[in-house]
């Protein structure tokens, strides 16, 4: 099996405080990927080079405590590609690709970290050029290449996705927009990625369960007041050889849980 897990932090040294260190030693995934983790590379160096065993590899933000994002591996990649092309959200540490290629295979791992809007209309413009620019990218990359796509979408795509789903109608995470681009990159058709939801094509029916943040206000977490923000989006064929997922609430790391899937094949 391939271990695969993707976990907003919201810090790597406040997580690491937490003992998300431990818990991936337990875990013992093949990959985490890993957003917000907020560094540079001066505090990686003599602490953060690897963790459980896994060797890690960053895309660092240039605003120092800001984004970025992370992938810590047991297998060596063959490639590593660092950002997606885009000089703005590059320069923000949102994209990173492992790829592990052989003769007979082009598979790669995508830690990402989109965007959110909820800060205001600035951010949430930010958020439309980020979406619209990356779409083609997807696009193009699944032409050439498997892969699953891991990250912070900040998007919770139906009703089910988050719990109060009424009255978030006009809030970043769930405007019609966002909800509309989802569908588009899950869409197998003519107009679509034809990206596969993962969670989803093993759980289509779960709804409390699902969530992976919670807002730190209003006893959310305690009440399951959450939404489903974090993702593996796989290309189909991936996809088809997921076995089981999880969703680790045991420990509190960040606002957001880890989300874990066994996938039957071996790099």
């Not at 919201?10 to 890993?34: F, H, Q, Y």
Request: proline share 3%; net charge neutral; aromatic share 12%.
């Amino acid at each position: 099996m391939f271990k695969l897990t993707s976990l907003n932090l919201n810090g790597l040294r406040s997580a690491a405080t937490k003992g998300v260190a431990d818990w991936v030693a337990e875990l013992a995934p093949d990959c985490i990927c890993m957003q917000e983790i907020r560094v540079q590379a001066s505090d990686i160096e003599g602490r953060f080079e690897e963790m459980a065993g896994l060797k890690g590899h960053f895309h660092f933000a240039q605003k120092k405590g800001y984004a970025g994002t992370a992938v810590y591996s047991r297998h060596a990649p063959s490639d590593v590609v660092i950002g997606w092309g885009d000089a703005e959200f590059d320069a923000e540490g949102r994209y990173l690709e492992l790829r592990f290629d052989t003769p007979t295979r082009k598979f790669s791992v995508i830690s990402c970290y989109f965007p959110s809007g909820s800060s205001g209309e600035e951010r949430q413009a930010a958020k439309f050029r980020f979406l619209a620019g990356f779409f083609p990218h997807l696009l193009a990359l699944k032409r050439e290449r498997e892969f699953v796509l891991c990250g912070d979408i900040n998007i919770a795509h139906k009703e089910a996705d988050l719990k109060n789903w009424k009255g978030n109608l006009k809030n970043s995470g769930f405007l019609p927009e966002e909800r509309a681009w989802m569908t588009r990159l899950l869409d197998a058709g003519t107009e679509g990625a034809g990206l596969v939801d993962v969670y989803r094509h093993l759980k289509p029916d779960t709804t409390d369960d699902c969530y992976t943040w919670w807002s730190n206000r209003g006893q959310a977490r305690a009440k399951n007041v959450g939404w489903r923000l974090d993702y593996h989006l796989a290309t189909p064929a991936i996809a088809q050889l997921a076995r089981s997922e999880e969703i680790y609430r045991t420990v509190r790391f960040s606002d957001h849980a880890p989300i874990t899937v066994d996938y039957d094949f071996t790099l």
